[in-house]
């Protein structure tokens, strides 16, 4: 496969991860609502895994720091040293590990999952769908028209969380769990061309929107309501 890193989704063939899909989305779907908070920014609840020294609490979670651990609802899914083991050589150093749970009939908000600062070059994210609808991913092109690439549906992708997306849920029937793996890994360009070469198959090239600063985390503070990416990293 070309090793050509400028696409916005890419569809994984992980079979050896796949297999653990039912078991790790049991082991969520156990764990106490009490656990799960509301993140207003995206628009669903999240549940953190693997974070700055275990936290769990919302105003913690963004503490600069790789001192990541299990939180203690982690510590409770005894399928996720497995499933660590598969992940961490390829995300090394591995990033902090959430579960987002998306309730049918509900959408997404259009976000963007990086900082301003690299919003001029793609910064890719793993996700892994453990259960519920995996088509409704959309991305806006430069006509801010939405894009759907998981046309094959595939359960275990990667995206360039720069690039403004959202999810339309409202015609699922089930609830929707995906693993996401974010900051602080960052790709290394050879490991990341390694990885695709391994198990990249389909991948999908959509054009970038003017981004809009409300796309943002609100956490970050931006003075110009549109941000323009230079045409030479907007694909």
Not at 18 to 28: G, H, P
């Amino acid at each position: 496969m070309n090793d050509n890193l400028t696409w916005t989704f890419l569809q994984i063939n992980w079979p050896e991860l796949e297999q653990f899909t039912n078991i790790l989305l049991d082991q969520v779907r156990r764990t106490s609502p009490e656990h799960w908070f509301f993140d207003s920014y995206r628009g669903c609840s999240m549940l953190p895994l693997l974070t700055p020294h275990g936290y769990s609490q919302k105003d913690q979670l963004q503490r600069n720091t790789e001192d990541l651990c299990w939180t203690n609802p982690a510590k409770e899914m005894t399928i996720l040293p497995e499933v660590f083991s598969l992940l961490k050589p390829h995300f090394f150093p591995m990033g902090r590990l959430f579960v987002l749970k998306t309730e049918p009939g509900t959408n997404l908000n259009i976000h963007i999952d990086c900082s301003p600062e690299k919003i001029n070059h793609a910064d890719y994210k793993f996700r892994w769908v453990l259960g519920g609808e995996t088509k409704g991913l959309y991305f806006l092109d430069k006509d801010r028209e939405k894009k759907f690439p998981n046309e094959s549906g595939a359960s275990i992708y990667m995206m360039d969380g720069r690039h403004p997306h959202a999810l339309d849920n409202s015609f699922a029937s089930s609830t929707k769990y995906t693993l996401c793996l974010g900051s602080p890994w960052t790709y290394n360009k050879t490991q990341m061309q390694n990885f695709v070469q391994q198990r990249g198959a389909q991948k999908v090239s959509i054009s970038m929107p003017t981004i809009d600063s409300n796309w943002f985390n609100p956490r970050y503070k931006i003075e110009n309501k549109d941000v323009v990416i230079p045409a030479e990293h907007a694909y």
